[in-house]
């Protein structure tokens, strides 16, 4: 392993089959590669994590994906949509606890009513926090001019997870049809970055039918691409979806471990990109997320949605934190992140280092 992660340090071009290696490590292997992005994470960036509000404002969704909980044809879930009036409060409420950014998360609408709802929104927001949020959106593909309109109303990050990177399984998990097309998502993740947002991506881990070598070329695509932030979990049935019953040569617990190789791994990759501990981690493992930090992520996105809706935005089985309001979520999760030895970047931005390089390079 010692070689391997020496040669992948220096590399400019990492190869396909040592990530590979380094996604498989177990035992010593795997705590020399997790230990090994940790340090580099302090080198590049320091110890500080950062937090990230989440509002989960609606689970209503167009689409249909085929692992999804809320896909539009589940029709077990109440769906939910709140009003501009507390999602203002909820970014109150970040305002007020320090944390210096929120995510405004929603299932994919593509309506002119949803992207003038969106603009005033984050209008509205900046005006009753006096512009002192970083705004993350995460709402799907939209057309280039939404996402130019939301850029100028003050939203300058957004999250498009790709999914996979693999055209073949991406076909394999989605319904196949204009509205799930691999094209689209990654030509909106191009239009993102002309536009000048800080553009983050993930994939799932653990799919059914995905490989190694598909994971080692999603780490190779964040880096091709130049990705400023990533949010990546294993995948987590939903009994309600019709991926449920397929077979999955990986375990639950395979695919934490699998996950915590590829934080580290990226975190090798792309030493100053912001990484999120991805809440899915929590669903499997309770120390999830802080295992996720200890591998060299360095973001959490402790879930600020009014506590009444938090069951109804059920991705997946077992979605912690629902039956606790944001207060808890908050002193728990300061004492277990100083646990891991990090320090929290209260009333930080903690933009993205790699995107602020990029940008004044030129
Ligand atoms: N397991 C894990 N992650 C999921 N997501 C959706 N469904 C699941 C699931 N069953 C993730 C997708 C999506 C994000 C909002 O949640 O990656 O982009
Ligand atoms: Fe809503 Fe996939 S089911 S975007």
Redesign the pocket.
Known sequence: MKDILDRVIKSDQPESKDIIVMLKACGEDQKALLSSARLIKNKSLGNKVYFRGLIEFSNICSKD?L???IRKGNFFIDRYNISDQDIINAAGFARANNYASIVL?SGEIFSPVFTRRIENLLKKIHKATDGSLRITL?LGEQDKETYIRWFNSGAHRYLL?I?TSNPDLYVRIHPQDDLHNFDKRLQSLYHLKSIGYQTGT???IGLPGQTYEDLANDILFMKTFEIDMVGM??????SD?P?FNSNNSLNLQQRFSLTLNMIAVLRIVMPKINIAAAT?LQAIDKMGREKAILAGANVIMPNITPGIYRDSYS??NNKPCTDENADDCINCLDARIKMTGSEIGYGEWGDSIFFIDKSSSC
């Open positions: 994906c692992y999804c909980g998360q995460s997870r999914e993930g994939v799932m979990g294993p995948y987590i049935e939903h979806t991926l899915a991705l997946y």
